[in-house]
């Protein structure tokens, strides 16, 4: 998340981060 004009591809990473996160789907 360093560009500010990557943010369709944040939301796209924030769901993917939380799903490495938890330790079941």
């Known amino acids: ?3 500010p004009g990557e943010g ?3 939301y796209f990473t924030v ?3 939380r799903n490495q996160k938890l330790p079941s789907r």
């Open 1 to 3: 998340v360093s560009e």
């Open 8 to 10: 369709s591809c944040f």
């Open 15 to 17: 769901p993917v981060w």
